[in-house]
């Protein structure tokens, strides 16, 4: 780097002259002779036009203008060692700024532990999150608003790659007082007939499509009667007594008061993908250290044993008291 004849090392040979107060010292300190480091430094007073050190046989002393050039020269270091650093940690995927695309009910699952542990590994990167539809964030990454995007439905698009994250379960939420909701399983045939509200109304084709295709997979014709802008919305039908709805893993984290969960069985294979999108050929260090942290937190859904309904416990036989002789 120069600047009016000025390199760095000048900058650093006169700052180690000003601290060590002798250039013996001062070449010491810099692992180089003594010549070199006052060619240096007359280098420097020439470049600048003025007098920065005053020889004796004591040492070196700043005159006013050294001491004043000490103090740019000491932040002019330290912002070029910044700058250094910044570098090297961009390059390491360790700075910058990630913009994420995130939706509904994904907010209350896997999401919110990706981010926060690429928060706690990378604490000098800043994470924005945008709260997109599926449309929006495929137009987002493609303007390069965003980096990365979360979503549960994605086709093939030849400018964009994708994994899967996470598969989660599908569950009935009902009316506390429905008939069905003291059922430990839940098939789908079961709540094909029931009013079902489904969520989101757009994009299409979107989730209400997945959940209709379960339907379908298994020659069964579901009874639609509401479609709503989201799953807020339907769980608050549902409390009202207007109908079911079907919820993933993560949107089981939303209690509304007056309904209950009930699992599906697993011979109904009720899963739903979520996924991690980017631009495909996108080289950022930082995206891939994102990546990284994603996968790592990957999961597939939980093997555990599908609920069995237990017949209700019988009431105990009283002992009959012995009979008195």
């Known amino acids: 780097m120069s600047i009016t004849g000025i390199e760095i090392r000048h900058l650093r040979y006169f700052v180690a002259v000003v601290e060590q107060r002798t250039f013996r010292a001062a070449a010491l300190r810099l692992h180089v002779s003594q010549p070199p480091l006052t060619r240096q430094i007359q280098q420097l007073e020439d470049a600048l036009g003025v007098k920065l050190l005053e020889r004796s046989a004591r040492g070196a002393e700043p005159t006013a ?9 000491r932040n002019l270091l330290t912002l070029a060692e910044q700058a ?7 390059g390491d995927g360790r700075l ?9 009910s994904a ?5 919110p532990r990706i981010v926060q542990r690429f928060r706690q590994t990378h604490p000098q990167v800043e994470l924005v999150l945008h709260s997109l539809d599926r449309i929006g964030q495929i137009k987002a990454l493609r303007e390069r608003r965003l980096t990365v995007g979360f979503n549960r439905f994605f086709t093939e698009e030849p400018d964009l790659s994708w994994e899967v994250i996470q598969t989660e379960r599908m569950v009935v939420v009902l009316p506390e007082a429905h008939p069905l909701a003291k059922r430990a399983v839940l098939s789908l045939a079961e709540i094909s007939s029931e009013p079902l509200i489904l969520y989101p109304r ?20 579901a009874h639609v009667s509401q479609e709503v802008d989201d799953l807020v919305t339907a ?31 697993k011979a109904d294979a009720a899963t739903v993908d979520l996924c991690v999108i980017w631009r495909r050929g996108d080289d950022s260090p930082l995206l891939a250290e994102f990546l990284q942290e994603a996968r790592a937190l990957r999961h597939p859904p ?9 017949p209700a416990p019988r009431s105990a036989k009283r002992k009959r008291a012995p009979k008195r002789r």
Request: proline fraction near 8%.
């Open 65 to 73: 203008a050294g001491k004043v050039f000490y103090q740019e020269a």
């Open 84 to 90: 250094a650093e910044r570098t090297r940690l961009a």
């Open 96 to 104: 910058g700024r990630l913009d994420i695309g995130v939706f509904g």
């Open 107 to 111: 907010v209350l699952g896997p999401i």
């Open 202 to 221: 757009t994009p299409r084709p979107g989730f209400i499509d997945q959940m209709m295709r379960l339907f379908h997979q298994r020659h069964l014709t």
């Open 235 to 265: 769980m608050g039908l549902v409390a009202s007594g207007f109908g079911l709805s079907l919820l993933t893993d993560s949107g089981r984290k939303l209690h509304v008061p007056g309904t209950i969960q009930v699992p599906l069985r």
């Open 302 to 310: 939980p093997e555990d044993a599908e609920p069995v309904e237990k």
